[in-house]
Structures are given as C-alpha cells and as structure tokens.
C-alpha cells in the first residue's frame, strides 16, 4: 500500500510540474504589462502610396513601432493612412513619414522620423511632414532616360 502511495504522490508532483513549467512558458510569451497609450492612431497625407498594404510596417530607428491600419482617400483624391502605434511612442510634432521600399523590389514599409519639437502628437492627429512612395519603374525609366541622352551627346562629340 506504501507504494501505492508514494507512486500517485509521484505522479501528481509530476503532473503538477508540468502544468506549472507549461502555465510559465505561456504566461512568458503574452505581453501582460499594460503599454501607455497603446494603440494611438496617427494619420499621414501623402500624393501617392503604390504598394503600400494595410499591414504593412511603420518603423521608426529600424524597429517596428506599428502597422498601417487604414487607407482612405480625401475631397482632393490624396491618400490618408493610419497608422496604429504601439509601445506608446511619443512623436514630436514636427516628425515627418516617408514610404520606403525593403531592397530594390521588396515590401513598402512606413519611416517615421522624429522632429524636434517638445510637443507632441496625439492619437487621431496628423503628421504634415510626409514624402510618398518612389516607384521603382519611374526611377528606372529616368535613369534609362538619362542613360541615352548621355549617350547621345557622347556620340554627337563623335560626329563633330
């Protein structure tokens, strides 16, 4: 009967163990301290925003800070991004965006740049500084462009 005993003994203190070690192996990968003023919307006017997704990043410093949440057009057919922030990060109000791309034909991805300012943003309010998305097939048609009038005049010095 002794043993018996000392094996359920056994077998809750290891059952319980595991649940434990399992319970503390979740509990690590759930973010449970409250962020101030999470999920702060900023918004951002921009002429044009090709390849830019609902999703995509914002980054301010190389590390992700949010994610574009919402794209709408306004009266004068600009775009309005959203952007929802995380970790409560405090923009100036002078900081500007600009829309990048990940390597030459990757991802878009939003660069936030803080200002100097020692104000700053509010959720719903918005950034005027922005720069919009450079499209990689207009940058090489100028660079193609520019290619052949160089050639051009190289080969009119050749005539001449």
Known sequence: MKSENREIVIGAATFAALALVLGLSYGSEQDWAPKP??????TAKFNRVDGLVIGDDVRMGGIKIGVVDKMTLD??????VSMRLDYGAKLPLDTSVAIHTDGL?????????????EEFLKSGEEITYTQG????????DLIISEGRAAMKKRQDKKVN
């Open 37 to 42: 003023d999470a999920d702060s919307i900023i």
């Open 75 to 80: 009266k004068e057919y600009r775009a309005i």
């Open 105 to 117: 034909f990757g991802s878009k991805f939003m660069v936030l740049e803080p200002g100097a300012e």
């Open 133 to 140: 998305a450079v499209i990689v097939s207009d940058l090489l």
